[in-house]
C-alpha cells in the first residue's frame, strides 16, 4: 500500500508552522517517494474546521495521520481566548471592588470555558481525522505532537485514541523508524492504551539530526495554504538555526524539550534556506532558537552566519531573536545592526543578579549592560523586550528595586520609548526545577493536574506567591486603570513610585552567603 502522510496543524495563532514544515522536509529527503501534505487549521475559519478536516481527508485519503498541537496553557500576560488572562485572575483574587472582582470572575469564566472548549475541539479533530482516515485505510496511524503536547505528554493521553503515537519534543527520528517498520519506542514516545511514558522521558536526550536547508519549493507542492504567511509586509518567518539549550533556568521547560546538547545548523544550509524564501519576496525573519546565543562558544557560529547572511547579497532584510546579551561582542553587535536586526527579547526575569543567581539563569547583568552599550554604539535603535517575572524565588522590596534601577538604566542606553517592559508572571510548568520547589515547599503535591484551571489550582499555577502576590497584585490593578495600553511601563513606574529605586551598582553585586538551597540542590 501506498504511504500517504497528512500533517495536520490544530488551530492555533497564526504563527509560521515550522515544526511540521521541517518534518515534512525531513521526510521528503528520506524517503523522496512517499506522497505527504500538510493541512494547516490556522488558515481555517473556526466555523469550518469540521467540514475542512473531513474534506481534505476524504480527498487525500491518508495512511498515516501526523497531528501538530501547538498551544494548551492559558497563562499570558497579553490578551486571547477572549480577554486578558493575567488581568482577569487578579481582578478574581486582588481587586477590592466587588464589581471588579465580579468582572474577573466572568473574564476568567469565559476564558476558563474557551480554554476546556478548545482541549475538547482539538481532541475531537484527532478522533475524528482518525476515524475518517480508517474509512479508507483501515490500517491508517495517528501521531500526536507539537509543543503542548511535549510539556503535557503525562496528561493529553485520556482524550486521545487508542494507539495514538504521542510525541516528546522532536519527531524526525520516530518518523523515519515508523516508517522503515523499525522499533521506534526507544524514542521519546509512547503508544495510548498499550504503553506507558518512561519515568522521566523528556529529560531524555532527543536523537541528533543532520539539518539541511528546508526545501520550500517541494513545501509549496504540498502545502497550499503556503502562500497565506506572505500576504502581511510585518510578518515574521521562522528560520531555525540550532536546536538546544544548555542552560537550566527554573522556570522553563526549553532545555528538557529540546535537551541540553545544542546542535548547530550548517550557516551554509540556513543562509540557503533563507534565501529561498528571501527569493519569494520574504524579508522578515524570525530565528526560532530557544537562545540565539546560548552559550559564549556558539558567538562564532552566530558571526559565521550574519556574515554569509551579508555576502549572500541578503542585506535589506529584518530579523528578529530572543538573544541572551551576555554573549555578545562589538564585532557581533556590529554585524547583528548590519544584518538589519530590528527587535530582540531578553529574558533576563529580574533586575537583581542575587534572584537571577537564585534562579539558575547563568549570566552576569553587568555583562548585559556593557553589550547593550555595544549594541547601541553600533547603531541600533530598534525596540528591545524584556521580560520581567516577577517574585519568582526570593522576591524582597530590595530586590524589585534593584529591578527597578536595572531597567533604568537599559532605558537610558537604548531610550525609554525603544525598551519595553513584559510584565510575566510564571504559569508554572511541569518537569521544571520550580516544579521541585513548589513539591518540596508543599505548594504543590505530586500527581497534580497542570492542565486543570479551576480556581483553587490557578493561585498555584500562576506564580505569585505571598508576602508579596497581594502587593503585585495590586500594582498590576492600578496600571491597567492608569494606562492599559501600556502595562509594562506603568508598572515600573507604580513599584518606583511605592518602594523607589536602588544604585545601580547593588542591582549588579550578589551576595554569595546566603543562597537557596532548596532550589540550588533540585536534582
Request: contains cysteine; glycine residues 8%; aromatic residues 12%.
Amino acid at each position: 500500500m501506498e504511504t500517504r502522510i497528512l500533517y495536520v496543524r490544530l488551530p492555533c495563532n497564526p504563527i509560521f508552522p515550522i515544526g511540521v514544515v521541517y518534518l515534512a522536509d525531513h521526510v521528503h529527503k528520506q524517503f523522496p517517494n512517499i506522497t505527504q501534505k500538510i493541512f494547516d487549521l490556522g488558515t481555517v475559519p473556526p466555523l469550518d474546521y469540521v467540514s475542512a478536516l473531513d474534506a481534505c481527508i476524504d480527498e487525500f485519503q491518508p495512511t498515516l495521520l501526523v497531528y501538530s498541537w501547538r498551544d494548551i496553557q492559558i497563562y499570558a500576560p497579553v490578551g486571547g481566548r477572549g480577554g486578558n488572562p493575567l488581568q482577569y485572575t487578579f481582578e478574581y483574587y486582588y481587586a477590592s471592588n466587588p464589581l471588579l472582582k465580579a468582572r474577573g470572575a466572568m473574564g476568567l469564566l469565559r476564558i476558563a470555558s474557551g480554554y476546556y472548549g478548545e482541549l475538547w475541539r482539538n481532541s475531537n479533530l484527532i478522533q475524528r481525522g482518525v476515524k475518517r482516515a480508517k474509512r479508507y485505510n483501515p490500517d491508517a496511524k495517528v501521531v500526536v505532537g507539537g509543543g503542548a503536547v511535549s510539556v503535557f505528554y503525562e496528561q493529553v493521553a485520556k482524550s486521545l485514541p487508542k494507539g495514538t503515537i504521542v510525541s516528546v519534543g522532536e519527531g524526525e527520528t520516530l518518523l523515519e523508524k515508523l516508517l522503515r517498520g523499525q522499533d521506534f519506542l526507544d524514542e521519546r514516545c509512547y503508544i495510548v492504551g498499550e504503553t506507558k511514558p518512561r519515568d522521566r522521558m523528556i529529560h531524555e536526550f532527543p536523537t541528533p539530526i543532520e539539518k539541511t536547508a528546508c526545501n520550500y519549493g517541494y513545501i509549496s507542492q504540498i502545502w497550499k495554504e503556503f502562500e497565506y504567511y506572505f500576504q502581511s509586509q510585518d510578518f515574521y518567518i521562522g528560520v531555525q538555526t540550532k536546536r538546544g539549550c544548555p542552560h537550566n533556568c527554573c522556570y522553563c521547560v526549553y532545555t528538557v524539550i529540546e535537551g541540553k546538547q545544542v546542535r548547530i545548523n550548517p550557516a551554509d544550509e540556513v543562509v540557503k534556506e533563507m534565501k529561498q524564501l528571501y527569493d519569494k519576496g520574504i524579508r522578515n525573519f524570525w530565528f526560532t532558537d530557544a537562545q540565539f546565543i546560548p552559550a559564549r562558544k556558539y558567538m562564532d557560529d552566530a558571526i559565521e552566519l550574519l556574515q554569509k547572511i551579508v555576502d549572500a547579497g541578503m542585506t535589506d532584510i529584518h530579523w528578529a531573536a530572543y538573544i541572551r546579551a551576555d554573549n555578545l561582542t562589538p564585532q557581533l553587535a556590529d554585524l547583528m545592526v548590519k544584518t538589519g536586526m530590528n527587535y530582540f527579547e531578553i529574558g533576563i526575569t529580574s533586575g537583581s543578579q542575587e534572584l537571577v543567581r537564585k534562579m539558575r539563569m547563568g549570566y552576569n547583568l553587568r555583562t548585559v549592560l556593557e553589550n547593550c552599550r555595544d549594541l547601541k554604539a553600533a547603531g541600533f535603535n530598534d525596540l528591545v523586550s524584556v521580560n520581567y517575572s516577577f517574585n519568582v524565588i526570593d522576591e524582597r522590596p530590595e530586590t524589585i528595586r534593584q529591578t527597578i534601577a536595572y531597567h533604568r538604566e537599559l532605558e537610558r542606553i537604548f531610550g525609554a520609548d525603544k525598551v519595553e517592559p513584559a510584565i510575566f508572571f510564571i504559569g508554572l510548568q511541569p518537569h521544571t526545577h520550580l516544579e521541585e520547589y513548589a513539591f518540596k515547599n508543599g505548594i504543590l503535591e505530586p500527581g497534580y493536574d497542570p492542565m486543570n484551571v479551576k480556581p483553587w489550582t490557578v493561585r498555584k499555577l500562576l506564580w505569585n506567591p505571598e508576602p508579596l502576590g497581594s502587593f503585585f497584585g495590586e500594582v498590576c490593578l492600578q496600571a491597567w486603570k492608569r494606562n492599559p495600553n501600556d502595562f509594562g511601563r506603568e508598572v515600573m513606574d507604580i513599584l518606583e513610585e511605592r518602594l523607589g529605586c536602588a544604585d545601580l551598582e547593588e542591582a549588579l553585586t550578589a551576595p554569595i552567603d546566603k543562597p537557596n538551597s532548596q532550589l540550588v540542590t533540585a536534582s
